[in-house]
């Protein structure tokens, strides 16, 4: 995502145009409401040949072969001039005459629901340009988004003159546009979708684009001689219908090549074409083509342009989308089916036999049974996938919970012994086999352990490392391979411990030990439940396999992603602008340009193109592919250091022989999460990353910081909230998924310590690649 920024001069002037062209255009309107007839001259006559539904006309009962007698008060001859045909507009009354010679007089009045129609015109219009707007400030740099925003530009143009009755302004800008939109859609739903344009589709676009500046160079001749053909109308409902075909053409062709997260774009730009164009094809432009009618007004059926601008903005910004086949089959059947319902009423209202509105009643009846049938099964669907969101939750919180137990009991205890035997500190030392923890009161209270250090559970490390009166075991309880010390410093008032003092902090010593062994059996009885819960839902309920596939199938979606756009960044964008800034000096050693600005261009090019190498690098660091873990490894903390002003260091101990592709590629891209959350979020200056393997204990790399830390206790909590530490979740459910865990020691203002334990070295007996 770019940076926002302040608006461009040109966005700001067209920004400008837009908001006077909808005053004025409105407050036209509004004073002068649409009438909707067709004037035309037969020999010395005026009659009316063409009335529109909608208009005043209609309301009026005026019919078609009526004649007209006076306009606002003058002769039709007077009032038209020379002309052989014109559309009645700005008048407040009119004289008709039936063909059985009775003579009536319309009034042409502002009603409420002319008021109502611009201000319904006004805020579709706005919601549009603020939509884009939105994209805009996302990412002002993208191509893309500068295409999405003027389609929008036009999409708002659109509705907001598509029933003016200001003719001179309103018919120019509607014709133009109208003749553009169908270009603009297809050539943004083009580049978005696929990485690269293909030749053929480049060559059709400028075809197409070549097309459109002829056909809306004979429109605007066509509106200024007052004179616009029917056919013109009738060519642009085709050019619709046939981009939308030409678009989905090019999802089905291209289908193959697309990776996970560009069909996932695909499929919800189809969908919200359907979703969007249903209205304008099905209640306006095929019925206008086939009996030159149309059961819905234009300005309403164009209203789908604001939720189809809505779709392509989310497909913007989600970027790395869940799987949209989970979600497609729900909205197909919400389009469908408020679909069918629009399309019934609109039917039932033009229907006049009894017996017709039954058949529609009985298909709605149908209609709203299949689609309660299909949204409970994927109802269905979306319970399952949150039940694997809660269940993976709830393994990291019992994870947490489990160091957070030990780390009281061991404060509980230091804290105790601190006041009531009167020391100058206390450090208790706690090992159960997979983790080291340490916790001191007084002169002792900064020590911190360090678990790649074997010395740290040797007790004649505690007893000549430090100036400790007296080292008490913690006894081995309960059948686990623990050790644990309690260390006393030195007395208040320098005096030797009694014999009775140090059976009391031997007897704390193994009760501390009875605690301590009680809270790992009941965090093991804690997962062992979890594991049985879990394997009897998948024997009761086989979707469980199909959430399993799906999350495997949304991380491989998010490497795909990051893949594709570096590929994409490089292969393209930086070649252009590589070329550009050849181009660029060439007109500077030509002199066709001023230097000045020239020079000013090429700097911006050359930044743009070192930025662009880093964004390569950042989504996805080819260094991975090339060198090994250490190398990538130590690429990645000379790059975050230099970008966050870190002090980094790295304690790489890997014997034997190096990992495996997979392994690498896992641990990288994990270690690689939680540095980025070191440097997003932690405040740090100091950032150490330690990977150790040995062959009894397996994988052991750390991820440490000085940072600001966080309450392990309030993330407990955060855990269950929807979007909060999404980035440790998705460590702890690939660990998790490789057969090994994560733990977090962190609190406030102490900064954060964060383990991966992998026992198994190798990524075959789990799977592959996740």
Not at 466 to 479: N, R, W
Not at 573 to 599: H, K, P, T, V, Y
């Amino acid at each position: 995502m770019g940076t926002p920024q302040k608006l461009s001069p040109l966005i700001t002037a067209m920004l400008v145009i837009f908001l006077v062209l909808a005053v004025y255009i409105q407050l036209e309107t509004l004073r002068h409401p649409y009438i909707g007839a067709v004037l035309q001259r037969t020999g010395e006559e005026w009659k009316v040949s063409e009335v529109d539904p909608s208009g005043k006309a209609a309301k009026g009962h005026v019919r078609q072969g009526d004649r007209v007698l006076t306009v606002d008060g003058l002769p039709v001859d007077k009032k038209m001039g020379d002309k052989s045909k014109a559309s009645l507009v700005r008048v407040s009354t009119a004289v008709f005459m039936h063909d059985d010679g009775s003579v009536y007089e319309i009034d042409i009045k502002t009603e409420s629901s002319d008021v109502l129609q611009s201000v319904f015109a006004i805020l579709a219009a706005a919601l549009l340009q603020i939509i884009g707007l939105l994209a805009y400030y996302k990412n002002h740099a993208s191509s893309a988004v500068r295409q999405f925003c003027l389609l929008n530009y036009v999409m708002a143009l659109v509705i907001l003159t598509v029933y003016s009755t200001e003719l001179l302004v309103s018919d120019l800008i509607l014709s133009f546009c109208s003749v553009w939109l169908p270009y603009l859609l297809l050539s943004f739903c083009v580049s978005f979708v696929l990485r690269a344009v293909p030749v053929l589709w480049s060559k059709a676009l400028f075809f197409f684009r070549l097309a459109c500046i002829l056909f809306s160079c004979y429109t605007i001749w066509a509106v200024s001689q007052h004179e616009i053909p029917d056919w013109i109308r009738e060519t642009v409902h085709l050019v619709f219908i046939m981009t939308l075909l030409f678009i989905l053409l090019m999802i089905r062709l291209y289908w193959r090549a697309l990776d996970r997260v560009e069909k996932n774009h695909a499929l919800g730009l189809s969908a919200g074409l359907c979703f969007s164009f249903l209205p304008y094809l099905f209640l306006y432009a095929i019925p206008d083509l086939l009996w030159n009618g149309y059961i819905l007004a234009p300005e309403y059926v164009l209203i789908g342009l604001v939720p189809l601008s809505g779709v392509f903005l989310y497909i913007l910004d989600k970027r790395s989308m869940v799987d949209m086949n989970i979600y497609l089959p729900r909205l197909l059947f919400h389009i469908l089916y408020y679909g069918g319902v629009f399309l019934l009423i609109a039917f039932a209202n033009r229907m006049e036999r009894p017996v017709w509105t039954a058949v529609l009643f009985g298909g709605f009846a149908v209609g709203t049974f299949v689609y309660q049938k299909g949204l409970r099964r994927s109802r269905q669907h979306a319970e399952g996938r949150r039940e694997w969101v809660e269940q993976q939750k709830l393994k990291l919180s019992i994870q947490i919970a489990e160091t957070q137990n030990i780390q009281d009991i061991l404060s509980l205890i230091s804290d105790m012994l601190h006041r009531v035997v009167d020391v100058e500190g206390v450090c208790m030392v706690w090992h159960d086999g997979t983790r080291l923890v340490v916790h001191g009161t007084g002169r002792y209270k900064d020590i911190i352990g360090n678990e790649q250090d074997a010395r740290w559970i040797d007790r004649s490390f505690w007893e000549r490392g430090f100036d400790f009166e007296y080292v008490a075991s913690i006894a081995d309880y309960a059948g686990f391979s623990c050790k644990g010390y309690l260390c006393m410093g030195p007395k208040g008032n320098l005096s030797l411990f009694s014999m009775e003092e140090k059976r009391l902090i031997d007897e704390i010593g193994r009760e501390a030990a009875r605690l301590l062994t009680n809270a790992r059996l009941l965090t093991r009885l804690q997962k062992e439940f979890q594991h049985t819960k879990e394997q009897n839902a998948f024997y009761d309920h086989p979707v469980n396999d199909d959430i399993r596939q799906m999350n495997r199938l949304l991380m491989e979606a998010q490497q795909a992603e990051r893949v594709r756009l570096s590929y994409y960044l490089h292969d393209r964008l930086l070649q252009n602008l590589i070329f550009l800034s050849r181009d660029l000096e060439e007109m500077a050693n030509q002199g066709r340009a001023d230097d000045r600005q020239i020079a000013s261009w090429l700097k911006c090019l050359y930044e743009s193109q070192q930025d662009i190498r880093a964004l390569c690098d950042e989504l996805y660091p080819h260094i991975v592919d090339k060198a090994g873990l250490e190398e990538s490894l130590r690429w990645l903390l000379r790059t975050v250091g230099e970008k966050g002003g870190l002090r980094v260091s790295l304690h790489y101990d890997w014997p034997g022989e190096a990992p495996d592709p997979l392994l690498k590629s896992n641990l990288f891209r994990m270690i690689r999460e939680l540095v980025h959350n070191v440097l997003k979020h932690a405040e740090a200056k100091q950032l150490d990353v330690s990977v150790k393997r040995k062959e009894d204990e397996g994988i052991c790399c750390t991820v440490s910081d000085d940072g600001r830390g966080f309450d392990v206790v309030a993330f407990q909590k955060d855990g269950s909230r929807e979007g909060a530490h999404l980035g440790l979740i998705s460590v702890n459910s690939q660990i998790g998924y490789l057969g090994g865990e994560m733990e977090i020691h962190s609190s406030p203002g102490e900064g954060t310590r964060i383990t991966l334990r992998l026992r198994s070295p190798s990524l075959c007996e789990r799977g592959g690649n996740v």
